[in-house]
Nanobody, 117 residues
Framework: QVQLVESGGGSVEAGGSLRLSCAAS???????VGWFRQAPGKEREAVAT??????NVADSVKGRFTISKPYAQKTLYLNMSSLAPEDSAIYYC?????????????WGQGTQVTVSS
């Protein structure tokens, strides 16, 4: 089992920045890892993922969000800048063992991000 704990969410004004962190209970270098979000009334969507070391960022956040996972650390980060109200959601950290079939196996409890206009 892998436990994931997110932190860093909060309330910011539009144009602001936040950094989300996800602490894993084990080393996750060989896992697929990523950030997902779900806004009220909407389906959960992938924001940014790292699969086999390759990062992928959703078009809606490209150029504003960056995912990172320092090697040999148990923490995953999501740096968010130029935040907009439509970025408001609960953000979840997730991980999966290779070959990373969906749905992924391990999820955090989520952290709320609220962006005011």
């Amino acid at each position: 089992q892998v436990q994931l704990v997110e932190s860093g969410g909060g309330s910011v004004e539009a144009g602001g920045s936040l950094r989300l962190s996800c602490a894993a209970s084990t080393y996750i270098d060989s896992f697929c890892v990523g950030w997902f979000r779900q806004a009220p009334g909407k389906e959960r969507e992938a924001v940014a993922t790292i699969r086999s070391g390759v990062p992928n960022v959703a078009d809606s956040v490209k150029g504003r969000f960056t995912i990172s996972k320092p090697y040999a650390q148990k923490t995953l980060y999501l740096n968010m800048s130029s935040l907009a109200p439509e970025d408001s959601a609960i953000y979840y950290c997730a991980a999966a063992r290779l070959p990373c079939r969906e749905p992924w196996s391990y999820w955090g409890q989520g952290t709320q991000v609220t962006v005011s206009s």
